[in-house]
T-cell receptor, first 114, second 113 residues
Framework: DTGVSQNPRHKITKRGQNVTFRCDPISEHNRLYWYRQTLGQGPEFLTYFQNEAQLEKSRLLSDRFSAERPKGSFSTLEIQRTEQGDSAMYLC????????????FGSGTQLSVL | AQSVTQLDSHVSVSEGTPVLLRCNYSSSYSPSLFWYVQHPNKGLQLLLKYTSAATLVKGINGFEAEFKKSETSFHLTKPSAHMSDAAEYFCVVSDSNTDKLIFGTGTRLQVFP
Protein backbone atom coordinates (compact mmCIF):
# COMPACT_ATOMS: atom_id res chain seq x y z
CA ASP A 1 0.00 0.00 0.00
CA THR A 2 1.58 3.25 -1.19
CA GLY A 3 -0.78 5.48 0.77
CA VAL A 4 -2.05 7.14 -2.41
CA SER A 5 -5.78 6.64 -2.67
CA GLN A 6 -7.74 7.04 -5.89
CA ASN A 7 -11.52 7.10 -6.27
CA PRO A 8 -13.46 5.64 -7.86
CA ARG A 9 -11.64 2.43 -8.81
CA HIS A 10 -13.83 2.00 -11.87
CA LYS A 11 -16.01 4.42 -13.80
CA ILE A 12 -18.32 3.56 -16.69
CA THR A 13 -19.86 6.46 -18.54
CA LYS A 14 -21.60 7.25 -21.77
CA ARG A 15 -19.92 9.28 -24.46
CA GLY A 16 -20.49 12.98 -23.94
CA GLN A 17 -20.81 12.82 -20.18
CA ASN A 18 -18.44 14.52 -17.73
CA VAL A 19 -16.43 12.53 -15.22
CA THR A 20 -14.26 13.49 -12.27
CA PHE A 21 -11.59 11.45 -10.51
CA ARG A 22 -10.02 12.13 -7.15
CA CYS A 23 -6.56 11.46 -5.74
CA ASP A 24 -5.81 11.66 -2.04
CA PRO A 25 -2.07 11.79 -1.47
CA ILE A 26 0.50 11.02 1.14
CA SER A 27 0.46 14.18 3.20
CA GLU A 28 4.18 14.96 3.27
CA HIS A 29 4.78 14.67 -0.49
CA ASN A 30 4.24 17.94 -2.32
CA ARG A 31 4.54 16.83 -5.94
CA LEU A 32 1.49 15.20 -7.50
CA TYR A 33 1.39 13.68 -10.97
CA TRP A 34 -1.38 12.40 -13.22
CA TYR A 35 -0.60 9.71 -15.79
CA ARG A 36 -2.78 7.86 -18.27
CA GLN A 37 -2.26 4.22 -19.21
CA THR A 38 -3.96 2.49 -22.11
CA LEU A 39 -3.99 -1.24 -22.72
CA GLY A 40 -0.60 -2.57 -23.72
CA GLN A 41 1.17 0.72 -23.14
CA GLY A 42 3.20 2.29 -20.39
CA PRO A 43 1.84 5.21 -18.39
CA GLU A 44 1.96 8.56 -20.21
CA PHE A 45 2.49 11.81 -18.37
CA LEU A 46 -0.49 14.19 -18.29
CA THR A 47 0.28 16.90 -15.75
CA TYR A 48 1.89 17.63 -12.43
CA PHE A 49 1.56 19.95 -9.45
CA GLN A 50 3.99 21.24 -6.92
CA ASN A 51 1.80 22.04 -3.96
CA GLU A 52 -1.19 23.84 -5.52
CA ALA A 53 0.64 25.10 -8.60
CA GLN A 54 0.17 23.23 -11.87
CA LEU A 55 3.66 23.34 -13.38
CA GLU A 56 3.38 21.36 -16.58
CA LYS A 57 0.71 19.96 -18.86
CA SER A 58 1.27 17.43 -21.61
CA ARG A 59 -0.12 18.06 -25.07
CA LEU A 60 -2.14 14.89 -24.39
CA LEU A 61 -4.22 17.03 -22.05
CA SER A 62 -6.78 18.53 -24.39
CA ASP A 63 -9.10 21.40 -23.50
CA ARG A 64 -11.63 18.85 -22.27
CA PHE A 65 -9.29 17.88 -19.43
CA SER A 66 -8.75 19.96 -16.33
CA ALA A 67 -6.89 19.17 -13.15
CA GLU A 68 -6.90 21.00 -9.86
CA ARG A 69 -5.15 20.70 -6.55
CA PRO A 70 -6.73 23.17 -4.15
CA LYS A 71 -4.74 23.81 -0.99
CA GLY A 72 -1.97 21.54 -2.25
CA SER A 73 -3.56 18.39 -0.85
CA PHE A 74 -5.98 16.20 -2.82
CA SER A 75 -6.33 16.57 -6.57
CA THR A 76 -9.15 16.12 -9.06
CA LEU A 77 -9.01 15.33 -12.75
CA GLU A 78 -12.10 16.18 -14.76
CA ILE A 79 -12.85 15.11 -18.30
CA GLN A 80 -15.67 16.94 -20.05
CA ARG A 81 -17.64 15.56 -22.98
CA THR A 82 -15.95 12.19 -22.76
CA GLU A 83 -14.99 10.32 -25.91
CA GLN A 84 -14.35 6.61 -26.41
CA GLY A 85 -10.66 7.39 -26.83
CA ASP A 86 -10.58 8.60 -23.24
CA SER A 87 -11.03 5.04 -22.02
CA ALA A 88 -7.91 4.25 -20.00
CA MET A 89 -6.48 3.81 -16.53
CA TYR A 90 -5.81 7.18 -14.89
CA LEU A 91 -2.98 7.03 -12.37
CA CYS A 92 -2.05 9.47 -9.65
CA UNK A 93 1.45 9.52 -8.21
CA UNK A 94 3.24 11.43 -5.48
CA UNK A 95 6.86 12.50 -5.45
CA UNK A 96 8.96 14.08 -2.76
CA UNK A 97 10.67 17.40 -3.32
CA UNK A 98 13.53 18.09 -4.18
CA UNK A 99 13.83 14.71 -5.83
CA UNK A 100 10.91 13.32 -7.77
CA UNK A 101 12.65 10.17 -8.81
CA UNK A 102 10.77 7.78 -6.60
CA UNK A 103 7.08 8.07 -7.27
CA UNK A 104 4.37 6.45 -5.18
CA PHE A 105 1.50 5.41 -7.42
CA GLY A 106 -2.13 4.86 -6.57
CA SER A 107 -4.03 1.88 -7.96
CA GLY A 108 -5.69 4.07 -10.55
CA THR A 109 -9.18 4.76 -11.83
CA GLN A 110 -10.25 2.64 -14.80
CA LEU A 111 -12.46 4.69 -17.11
CA SER A 112 -14.65 3.03 -19.72
CA VAL A 113 -16.50 5.29 -22.13
CA LEU A 114 -19.34 3.54 -23.95
CA ALA B 1 14.83 13.77 -25.72
CA GLN B 2 15.09 10.76 -23.49
CA SER B 3 13.31 7.52 -24.25
CA VAL B 4 13.40 3.84 -23.40
CA THR B 5 12.69 0.79 -25.55
CA GLN B 6 11.65 -2.49 -24.03
CA LEU B 7 12.64 -5.16 -26.48
CA ASP B 8 10.17 -7.86 -25.45
CA SER B 9 6.46 -7.38 -24.89
CA HIS B 10 6.14 -10.84 -23.29
CA VAL B 11 8.62 -13.11 -21.50
CA SER B 12 7.77 -16.58 -20.21
CA VAL B 13 9.97 -18.54 -17.84
CA SER B 14 9.68 -21.57 -15.62
CA GLU B 15 9.77 -21.15 -11.88
CA GLY B 16 13.35 -21.38 -10.62
CA THR B 17 14.95 -20.32 -13.92
CA PRO B 18 16.66 -16.97 -14.60
CA VAL B 19 14.77 -13.90 -15.72
CA LEU B 20 16.05 -11.36 -18.26
CA LEU B 21 13.96 -8.33 -19.24
CA ARG B 22 15.67 -6.12 -21.78
CA CYS B 23 15.68 -2.34 -21.98
CA ASN B 24 17.62 0.11 -24.13
CA TYR B 25 17.66 3.81 -23.46
CA SER B 26 18.27 6.94 -25.46
CA SER B 27 19.61 10.01 -23.72
CA SER B 28 21.88 12.88 -24.59
CA TYR B 29 23.46 12.82 -21.14
CA SER B 30 23.81 10.47 -18.19
CA PRO B 31 20.29 9.38 -17.43
CA SER B 32 18.46 8.31 -14.32
CA LEU B 33 16.90 4.93 -15.03
CA PHE B 34 14.37 2.84 -13.15
CA TRP B 35 12.44 -0.37 -13.24
CA TYR B 36 8.87 -0.36 -11.97
CA VAL B 37 6.61 -3.39 -11.52
CA GLN B 38 2.83 -3.45 -11.83
CA HIS B 39 0.86 -6.35 -10.38
CA PRO B 40 -2.80 -6.73 -11.36
CA ASN B 41 -5.07 -4.38 -9.43
CA LYS B 42 -2.13 -2.83 -7.61
CA GLY B 43 -0.21 0.40 -8.02
CA LEU B 44 3.13 0.66 -9.75
CA GLN B 45 6.01 -0.10 -7.42
CA LEU B 46 9.64 0.92 -7.76
CA LEU B 47 11.96 -2.10 -8.09
CA LEU B 48 15.27 -0.27 -8.40
CA LYS B 49 16.90 2.88 -9.72
CA TYR B 50 20.20 3.87 -11.29
CA THR B 51 21.56 7.34 -10.64
CA SER B 52 25.26 6.95 -11.61
CA ALA B 53 26.55 5.86 -8.19
CA ALA B 54 27.13 2.24 -9.28
CA THR B 55 26.55 0.45 -12.58
CA LEU B 56 25.12 -2.67 -10.93
CA VAL B 57 21.98 -1.82 -9.04
CA LYS B 58 20.26 -4.16 -6.62
CA GLY B 59 16.55 -3.85 -6.05
CA ILE B 60 13.80 -5.49 -4.10
CA ASN B 61 12.71 -9.13 -4.38
CA GLY B 62 16.11 -10.29 -5.69
CA PHE B 63 16.07 -8.22 -8.89
CA GLU B 64 19.07 -6.33 -10.17
CA ALA B 65 19.97 -4.32 -13.24
CA GLU B 66 23.23 -3.33 -14.87
CA PHE B 67 23.79 0.01 -16.55
CA LYS B 68 25.95 -0.42 -19.66
CA LYS B 69 26.75 2.89 -21.30
CA SER B 70 28.54 1.30 -24.26
CA GLU B 71 25.41 -0.69 -25.10
CA THR B 72 22.90 1.94 -23.89
CA SER B 73 21.20 -0.85 -21.98
CA PHE B 74 19.67 -1.32 -18.55
CA HIS B 75 18.50 -4.93 -18.50
CA LEU B 76 16.67 -6.35 -15.49
CA THR B 77 17.65 -9.78 -14.19
CA LYS B 78 16.83 -12.22 -11.44
CA PRO B 79 18.66 -15.53 -10.90
CA SER B 80 15.60 -17.58 -10.04
CA ALA B 81 12.01 -16.70 -10.91
CA HIS B 82 9.19 -17.11 -8.43
CA MET B 83 5.51 -17.45 -9.23
CA SER B 84 4.87 -14.14 -7.46
CA ASP B 85 7.14 -12.36 -9.98
CA ALA B 86 4.45 -12.63 -12.66
CA ALA B 87 3.55 -9.03 -13.47
CA GLU B 88 4.11 -6.17 -15.92
CA TYR B 89 7.55 -4.57 -15.77
CA PHE B 90 8.35 -1.07 -16.99
CA CYS B 91 11.72 0.42 -17.80
CA VAL B 92 11.66 4.15 -17.06
CA VAL B 93 13.90 7.15 -17.68
CA SER B 94 13.68 10.43 -15.81
CA ASP B 95 13.53 13.59 -17.87
CA SER B 96 15.57 15.92 -15.70
CA ASN B 97 14.51 18.97 -17.71
CA THR B 98 10.84 18.50 -16.98
CA ASP B 99 10.76 16.43 -13.81
CA LYS B 100 8.69 13.60 -15.19
CA LEU B 101 9.15 9.88 -15.72
CA ILE B 102 9.02 8.45 -19.24
CA PHE B 103 7.83 4.85 -19.32
CA GLY B 104 8.56 2.10 -21.79
CA THR B 105 5.74 0.04 -23.24
CA GLY B 106 6.19 -2.71 -20.67
CA THR B 107 7.13 -6.40 -20.60
CA ARG B 108 4.65 -8.93 -19.29
CA LEU B 109 6.44 -11.65 -17.34
CA GLN B 110 4.74 -15.03 -17.05
CA VAL B 111 6.11 -17.65 -14.68
CA PHE B 112 5.09 -21.27 -15.18
CA PRO B 113 5.29 -23.93 -12.46
Amino acid sequence: DTGVSQNPRHKITKRGQNVTFRCDPISEHNRLYWYRQTLGQGPEFLTYFQNEAQLEKSRLLSDRFSAERPKGSFSTLEIQRTEQGDSAMYLCAMGADPTNEKLFFGSGTQLSVL
Amino acid sequence: AQSVTQLDSHVSVSEGTPVLLRCNYSSSYSPSLFWYVQHPNKGLQLLLKYTSAATLVKGINGFEAEFKKSETSFHLTKPSAHMSDAAEYFCVVSDSNTDKLIFGTGTRLQVFP
